[in-house]
């Protein structure tokens, strides 16, 4: 192994004479360079990376033009035409691979290419080659750390505050040549590629980059012939243009545009309106003015017209854009499942507008949405992709009407599928190629699984259409190939006289890892992506769940479950797509997700998910080392554990309860919320010992102060996703016939179907966190944040404290807390204790609704279990005189399950165990009617919840029978 010798053009560069020798130099070394990868090599160990960057300094210093050529040759000082070589010798060691790009990275290169592209007086025949440049070195980037979290160095360079602007410039270029277009579209590519971060998104958009990529989408519009009639009266108004933006040229990619818009305004609804509401697209597309009847505009005396009080806008006259899109039969209440076709099916165009709907408390919808949906129609390729990602960014966002779900349903969903079929032909000539690593129809395919799975997510009717549209059996089908064996089409670099000597320190002078097989990349994002369109199918239709574990899949979600060993990043060019070789963390997320949606079907657990042995990757997962994995996989334990559920004994045994214990005690609230929710799965119905096990690794100080946490002042900011709906019945099942012990009345379980809407509530707050302005006060967030936990800690007692053995656990709770200085029913008489406002003076309704309603359900389960128990237990109960005050206070709750609760609490109290414990029971009735139960108990006489009602009888019925 020896290092090359050095050429005498080395010795020239280094030490030039001039600066012409210099740029005659760099020219030879570009020539010498293209295409061969070990000269490349070479060059790099003898230190042309130094080089380079000490060329790219002298774009700041001044120089003497050369003399004039050919009329099309640009006028360019010596200084520049160096920095111009140097730059495309970049680019071109940049081609080499991903082991070229790790030199560049230790250098300062890149920091200069970027200073110059954010200059103002940077010229435009060098803002395409820097622009180029920047674009291949982010084609190889990711390919050496595909894993996730990435390596976010470039992006932190590229979107710092000192470079960021540099791309608003480039995209603020107006489009008068080829060049130019090409610029855009390289700035919008390199912003699709490298933009993953919150902080980066937002940076874009304050930076003016985003109003930039929505004036190019308005020349496109412009372009296309699409500006909306009457546009040219409203040129100059307040957020409008003084004219039309220019039309995109011939060269002009809609595509990338399209790409980057989407990327920065997924996930946030301030950045997606500071898109809708930019000067150019408000041009182009401005707002309708409500039009109103001659007979309803009046003159005062003064000659001024007015409104008169009864004057109403007339109705719209549709939208002109959807009139040249296809007419589809729009959704009618319950049309699914009639058997005959709506009478109706009208089109939007031709849709009947209702009084309601015309107000003007009803936005308009933007014209940007209709469209978008033509550009999905008229195009091909990936602009009919990035179009769809728009839209279904902007509907997720709540930009698109309900109405136009029908639409979503018969025009995007079905295009969606057919780009995942074999035989469609997706090429389109006007696509630019998104990167040079692997053709532009596998980049497609790879996009469309999530863009489908996106768009489908939590809406039952698209998910209808595209099941209908067979794509559970297409993406089961598309899942089993990607674990197609893969064959290797690249040879690595050959050698005459052995490999070069790399042992240097210094990074610059020698090649970085080999990175990951771009192939094999792809199929792990395209694998993703159908494993996260599979998980948004299925999540309410048990139906769907079983046609996908029908299609034979479920050992391939299994197999998805395992992770990528550490492997070395030398020695991850080798590895394959088998199911060995594991998978990298988005995979395991999605998988996760895959896996979880399944464990909401009664059937697949007992059948297709316990033959694939579910639970074994699962319980190698919540140890891993990546937190969001470790997340992801204790959600789908929390369905796993439940009662009906084969695996509850095999998660048990696989001693994963430690696990869970530490895991509750993270910094990590999501970590917390859903570790404690697995620990309350697992603690219901199963043997005491496992709940004392449970409770001693939680520790009983831990979980009191969790429960005695005063919620009203909530201490620090906490990243987990909001509470529940203060209504929600979530965990709660259907309460006992009256006059039995009601130990296993309700247990905090939940079912499949609770568990899906559980999933819905908790993710829809975390997409709103990440908003380019928070949606919420912080400081309600963290309240929130408070609320969900202490609800899951007292969820947790109360399936601790039911099922057989109950009463030996509640004393061991009392004792395990009072060794503590803790007394679990002085935690409960707290948490009941109404907080007063100035309103609950004079309503005690209101006092009450500052208890959380999350917290107040379990509280009252609590009670309703301890009074199941013995009759000492009860005596306990009604020792406690505030506890049992306070709860007289929420027999008038708004929430039915606090009402139901507390009946059951009286029931239970007043209930007799045999005849010895007759006169205990009529002293704990007579207790109960002096603080005033039996008045309570009357005004529940005619609730309006029939369950209310029913258990109102039984608990009148028993305390009539003992006290009169």
């Given at each position: 192994?020896?290092?090359?010798?050095?050429?005498?053009?080395?010795?020239?560069?280094?030490?030039?004479?001039?600066?012409?020798?210099?740029?005659?130099?760099?020219?030879?070394?570009?020539?010498?360079?293209?295409?061969?990868?070990?000269?490349?090599?070479?060059?790099?160990?003898?230190?042309?990376?130094?080089?380079?960057?000490?060329?790219?300094?002298?774009?700041?210093?001044?120089?003497?033009?050369?003399?004039?050529?050919?009329?099309?040759?640009p006028h360019r000082t010596h200084e520049?035409?160096?920095?111009?070589?140097?730059?495309?010798?970049?680019?071109?060691?940049?081609?080499?691979?991903?082991?070229?790009?790790?030199?560049?990275?230790?250098?300062?290169?890149?920091?200069?290419?970027?200073?110059?592209?954010?200059?103002?007086?940077?010229?435009?025949?060098?803002?395409?080659?820097?622009?180029?440049?920047?674009?291949?070195?982010?084609?190889?980037?990711?390919?050496?750390?595909?894993?996730?979290?990435?390596?976010?160095?470039?992006?932190?360079?590229?979107?710092?505050?000192?470079?960021?602007?540099?791309?608003?410039?480039?995209?603020?270029?107006?489009?008068?040549?080829?060049?130019?277009?090409?610029?855009?579209?390289?700035?919008?590519?390199?912003?699709?590629?490298?933009?993953?971060?919150?902080?980066?998104?937002?940076?874009?958009?304050?930076?003016?980059?985003?109003?930039?990529?929505?004036?190019?989408?308005?020349?496109?519009?412009?372009?296309?012939?699409?500006?909306?009639?009457?546009?040219?009266?409203?040129?100059?108004?307040?957020?409008?243009?003084?004219?039309?933006?220019?039309?995109?040229?011939?060269?002009?990619?809609?595509?990338?545009?399209?790409?980057?818009?989407?990327?920065?305004?997924?996930?946030?609804?301030?950045?997606?309106?500071?898109?809708?509401?930019?000067?150019?697209?408000?041009?182009?597309?401005?707002?309708?003015?409500?039009?109103?009847?001659?007979?309803?505009?009046?003159?005062?005396?003064?000659?001024?017209?007015?409104?008169?009080?009864?004057?109403?806008?007339?109705?719209?006259?549709?939208?002109?854009?959807?009139?040249?899109?296809?007419?589809?039969?729009?959704?009618?209440?319950?049309?699914?499942?009639?058997?005959?076709?709506?009478?109706?099916?009208?089109?939007?165009?031709?849709?009947?507008?209702?009084?309601?709907?015309?107000?003007?408390?009803?936005?308009?919808?933007?014209?940007?949405?209709?469209?978008?949906?033509?550009?999905?129609?008229?195009?091909?390729?990936?602009?009919?992709?990035?179009?769809?990602?728009?839209?279904?960014?902007?509907?997720?966002?709540?930009?698109?009407?309900?109405?136009?779900?029908?639409?979503?349903s018969h025009l995007v969903v079905p295009?969606?599928?057919?780009?995942?079929?074999?035989?469609?032909?997706?090429?389109?000539?006007?696509?630019?190629?998104?990167?040079?690593?692997?053709?532009?129809?596998?980049?497609?395919?790879?996009?469309?699984?999530?863009?489908?799975?996106?768009?489908?997510?939590?809406?039952?009717?698209?998910?209808?259409?595209?099941?209908?549209?067979?794509?559970?059996?297409?993406?089961?089908?598309?899942?089993?190939?990607?674990?197609?064996?893969?064959?290797?089409?690249?040879?690595?670099?050959?050698?005459?006289?052995?490999?070069?000597?790399?042992?240097?320190?210094?990074?610059?002078?020698?090649?970085?890892?080999?990175?990951?097989?771009?192939?094999?990349?792809?199929?792990?994002?395209?694998?993703?992506?159908?494993?996260?369109?599979?998980?948004?199918?299925?999540?309410?239709?048990?139906?769907?769940?079983?046609?996908?574990?029908?299609?034979?899949?479920?050992?391939?979600?299994?197999?998805?479950?395992?992770?990528?060993?550490?492997?070395?990043?030398?020695?991850?060019?080798?590895?394959?797509?088998?199911a060995a070789d594991g998978n990298p963390?988005?995979?395991?997320?999605?998988?996760?997700?895959?896996?979880?949606?399944?464990?909401?079907?009664?059937?697949?657990?007992?059948?297709?998910?316990?033959?694939?042995?579910?639970?074994?990757?699962?319980?190698?997962?919540?140890?891993?080392?990546?937190?969001?994995?470790?997340?992801?996989?204790?959600?789908?334990?929390?369905?796993?554990?439940?009662?009906?559920?084969?695996?509850?004994?095999?998660?048990?045994?696989?001693?994963?309860?430690?696990?869970?214990?530490?895991?509750?005690?993270?910094?990590?609230?999501?970590?917390?919320?859903?570790?404690?929710?697995?620990?309350?799965?697992?603690?219901?119905?199963?043997?005491?010992?496992?709940?004392?096990?449970?409770?001693?690794?939680?520790?009983?100080?831990?979980?009191?102060?969790?429960?005695?946490?005063?919620?009203?002042?909530?201490?620090?900011?906490?990243?987990?996703?909001?509470?529940?709906?203060?209504?929600?019945?979530?965990?709660?099942?259907?309460?006992?016939?009256?006059?039995?012990?009601?130990?296993?009345?309700?247990?905090?379980?939940?079912?499949?179907?609770?568990?899906?809407?559980?999933?819905?509530?908790?993710?829809?707050?975390?997409?709103?966190?990440?908003?380019?302005?928070?949606?919420?006060?912080?400081?309600?967030?963290?309240?929130?944040?408070?609320?969900?936990?202490?609800?899951?800690?007292?969820?947790?007692?109360?399936?601790?404290?039911?099922?057989?053995?109950?009463?030996?656990?509640?004393?061991?709770?009392?004792?395990?807390?009072?060794?503590?200085?803790?007394?679990?029913?002085?935690?409960?008489?707290?948490?009941?204790?109404?907080?007063?406002?100035?309103?609950?003076?004079?309503?005690?309704?209101?006092?009450?609704?500052?208890?959380?309603?999350?917290?107040?359900?379990?509280?009252?389960?609590?009670?309703?279990?301890?009074?199941?128990?013995?009759?000492?237990?009860?005596?306990?109960?009604?020792?406690?005189?505030?506890?049992?005050?306070?709860?007289?206070?929420?027999?008038?709750?708004?929430?039915?399950?606090?009402?139901?609760?507390?009946?059951?609490?009286?029931?239970?109290?007043?209930?007799?165990?045999?005849?010895?414990?007759?006169?205990?029971?009529?002293?704990?009735?007579?207790?109960?009617?002096?603080?005033?139960?039996?008045?309570?108990?009357?005004?529940?006489?005619?609730?309006?919840?029939?369950?209310?009602?029913?258990?109102?009888?039984?608990?009148?019925?028993?305390?009539?029978?003992?006290?009169?």
């Amino acid at each position: 192994m020896t290092r090359a010798e050095p050429t005498p053009l080395l010795a020239r560069l280094e030490n030039p004479e001039s600066i012409d020798e210099l740029v005659s130099g760099l020219r030879s070394l570009k020539h010498e360079l293209i295409g061969h990868s070990q000269r490349k090599e070479a060059w790099i160990s003898w230190g042309i990376i130094p080089i380079l960057s000490k060329t790219l300094a002298l774009s700041r210093s001044g120089g003497k033009r050369p003399e004039e050529g050919d009329g099309d040759k640009p006028h360019r000082t010596h200084e520049e035409e160096a920095v111009l070589q140097a730059v495309i010798i970049l680019g071109s060691l940049a081609l080499g691979g991903a082991p070229f790009v790790s030199p560049i990275l230790a250098s300062d290169v890149l920091s200069s290419m970027l200073s110059i592209l954010a200059s103002s007086n940077c010229p435009q025949w060098l803002n395409l080659p820097i622009l180029k440049t920047l674009d291949a070195i982010a084609d190889r980037y990711p390919l050496q750390n595909p894993n996730w979290p990435q390596d976010n160095q470039l992006a932190e360079l590229v979107f710092s505050k000192e470079h960021v602007g540099s791309f608003s410039r480039v995209l603020n270029l107006p489009p008068t040549s080829q060049d130019s277009a090409a610029c855009i579209n390289l700035a919008a590519g390199i912003i699709s590629k490298l933009c993953t971060e919150e902080a980066h998104k937002v940076a874009l958009a304050e930076s003016g980059a985003l109003d930039a990529l929505a004036a190019n989408v308005a020349s496109f519009v412009v372009a296309q012939g699409f500006v909306l009639p009457g546009a040219e009266r409203r040129f100059g108004e307040a957020g409008t243009l003084p004219g039309l933006p220019p039309p995109a040229p011939p060269g002009a990619k809609l595509a990338p545009i399209l790409r980057a818009v989407s990327v920065i305004v997924e996930h946030s609804k301030s950045r997606a309106e500071l898109f809708l509401s930019s000067p150019p697209l408000v041009t182009v597309f401005p707002s309708q003015i409500p039009e109103f009847s001659p007979a309803d505009i009046k003159k005062n005396p003064w000659g001024m017209p007015y409104l008169s009080g009864s004057a109403v806008p007339r109705q719209a006259t549709g939208n002109p854009i959807d009139a040249i899109l296809p007419v589809v039969p729009m959704t009618q209440p319950n049309s699914c499942n009639s058997n005959f076709p709506p009478l109706v099916p009208q089109g939007y165009g031709k849709r009947r507008t209702s009084f309601l709907e015309s107000l003007p408390a009803d936005e308009d919808e933007t014209y940007v949405v209709p469209w978008l949906l033509y550009v999905i129609r008229a195009h091909s390729g990936m602009t009919r992709l990035m179009a769809a990602r728009l839209v279904t960014a902007l509907f997720r966002l709540g930009f698109v009407k309900k109405h136009r779900i029908s639409m979503l349903s018969h025009l995007v969903v079905p295009i969606l599928l057919r780009m995942l079929e074999k035989d469609v032909d997706m090429k389109d000539e006007d696509d630019p190629k998104y990167d040079g690593l692997i053709p532009t129809t596998l980049r497609l395919k790879e996009e469309a699984p999530s863009i489908l799975a996106t768009m489908v997510m939590d809406n039952q009717e698209l998910q209808k259409h595209a099941v209908d549209g067979k794509a559970i059996k297409v993406l089961s089908q598309l899942l089993k190939e990607t674990y197609n064996p893969f064959q290797e089409t690249t040879r690595s670099m050959w050698y005459a006289e052995g490999k070069i000597d790399a042992s240097t320190a210094d990074a610059r002078l020698k090649l970085g890892p080999a990175g990951f097989n771009p192939i094999i990349a792809h199929i792990m994002r395209y694998r993703e992506g159908i494993l996260k369109a599979l998980a948004a199918l299925a999540p309410f239709k048990d139906e769907y769940r079983k046609a996908i574990c029908d299609n034979g899949v479920v050992p391939y979600i299994i197999d998805s479950l395992k992770p990528r060993s550490s492997t070395s990043a030398e020695d991850s060019s080798n590895l394959k797509n088998t199911a060995a070789d594991g998978n990298p963390i988005p995979t395991l997320l999605a998988a996760c997700g895959a896996a979880r949606t399944l464990t909401r079907s009664a059937s697949a657990l007992r059948t297709s998910l316990i033959d694939a042995g579910v639970a074994t990757p699962l319980c190698e997962l919540i140890k891993h080392r990546e937190i969001q994995v470790q997340i992801a996989a204790t959600s789908v334990i929390c369905n796993l554990a439940l009662d009906f559920s084969p695996m509850k004994e095999a998660l048990i045994s696989a001693d994963i309860l430690p696990i869970l214990c530490d895991h509750a005690h993270s910094n990590n609230l999501q970590l917390r919320l859903e570790s404690l929710w697995a620990l309350k799965n697992i603690a219901y119905n199963s043997a005491n010992d496992i709940k004392i096990q449970i409770v001693k690794s939680l520790g009983p100080e831990w979980l009191a102060q969790l429960m005695s946490q005063d919620l009203s002042a909530p201490a620090g900011k906490q990243d987990a996703p909001m509470a529940m709906e203060t209504d929600s019945p979530l965990g709660m099942g259907t309460s006992n016939s009256a006059g039995e012990q009601v130990d296993l009345l309700n247990p905090a379980e939940d079912s499949p179907m609770e568990d899906a809407i559980r999933t819905q509530q908790s993710s829809r707050p975390r997409q709103k966190r990440q908003s380019l302005v928070s949606d919420l006060d912080q400081s309600k967030q963290a309240r929130q944040d408070s609320i969900i936990v202490q609800e899951q800690a007292f969820e947790l007692i109360r399936n601790i404290i039911c099922g057989s053995g109950a009463s030996e656990m509640v004393d061991y709770i009392f004792q395990e807390l009072r060794q503590h200085h803790y007394d679990l029913l002085e935690i409960l008489a707290e948490k009941l204790r109404p907080r007063g406002t100035a309103q609950s003076r004079r309503d005690t309704s209101k006092g009450m609704s500052s208890v959380p309603v999350e917290v107040l359900l379990p509280v009252t389960y609590v009670l309703v279990n301890i009074a199941a128990c013995s009759s000492q237990h009860r005596e306990i109960l009604l020792a406690h005189h505030d506890l049992m005050r306070n709860l007289m206070a929420y027999f008038s709750h708004p929430n039915r399950y606090v009402r139901v609760n507390c009946v059951w609490t009286i029931i239970n109290l007043a209930y007799e165990d045999d005849p010895s414990d007759h006169q205990a029971c009529y002293e704990r009735a007579s207790k109960l009617r002096a603080l005033g139960a039996m008045d309570r108990l009357t005004s529940l006489s005619d609730d309006p919840d029939l369950d209310v009602r029913e258990r109102t009888k039984t608990a009148l019925h028993l305390m009539r029978k003992l006290v009169g």
